[in-house]
């Protein structure tokens, strides 16, 4: 199975007048966003939404900058169709002057989290928990039509320890009977889909450190470098329904 998984950087930036200069503390801000983008059956993008809770002046950057961008069509036995997917922006904003300076890069197209939301991962085992047993899953998900998740493959399951390693397997089988995804459509017909997700068991301290652990990984990335002038379980679509080229069309 071909892995549709993009790693161009968007080498965009400008200053964002987000929060004002007598703020008294701020840092640099890592994030990323699900953006509904519905294109014709030539591949022009007729609606580019970002969800409605980031800051105004934010969204309507990522709005604009992800409406710049190419698009190949869904087809149907040859024939191209309208479609809706959901385009992964990485976003990283760098207080200078009296506002952000934005950066942003593409992270992949497909089905989305439902609205967006982040999910809250599978209970960590009891028994693998009191023993200190860890584990890595990589998991293939059947998106359907309907958003529901199931799990079409283990492509790999790395665990260390024995004690209680017999029960990862059924929590996250259990677990991802309460996940749900935004499928993509095709000529307005919601469509089946997969997706690639790692799954990790950690005894790495409580999600506060966690969390924090992230966002220190996050300002070094490729999106915080371009916003600053220089050179957690996240789900890749695998052949999602729309091709994306991140640079501008024309």
Known sequence: MKTIAFSFAIACAAA???????TPVRDVVAFNVGVK????????PISVQAPADLPEAIRAFVEKRV???QYTPAQVAGVPQPAITYVGVN?????VGAGYRLGLDFAGNGPRTAADRTLLPPMYPRLAQRSGTSAEFVLILGIEADGRAVIDQIERADISGRPGASEFEAVLRQWIKTVRFDPEQIAGKPVRGQVRMPVEFSMRG???????E???K??????CQIASGENDMKPVALQPVVTVIPTPAG
């Open 16 to 22: 964002m007048p987000v929060l004002a200069a007598d």
């Open 37 to 44: 983008v519905e294109v014709d059956a030539v591949g022009k």
């Open 67 to 69: 409406a710049s961008w």
């Open 91 to 95: 976003a990283c904003a760098v207080p």
């Open 206 to 212: 409580d999600r506060q450190a966690l969390r924090e």
């Open 214 to 216: 992230l966002q220190v």
């Open 218 to 223: 996050a300002k070094t990335s490729r999106e």
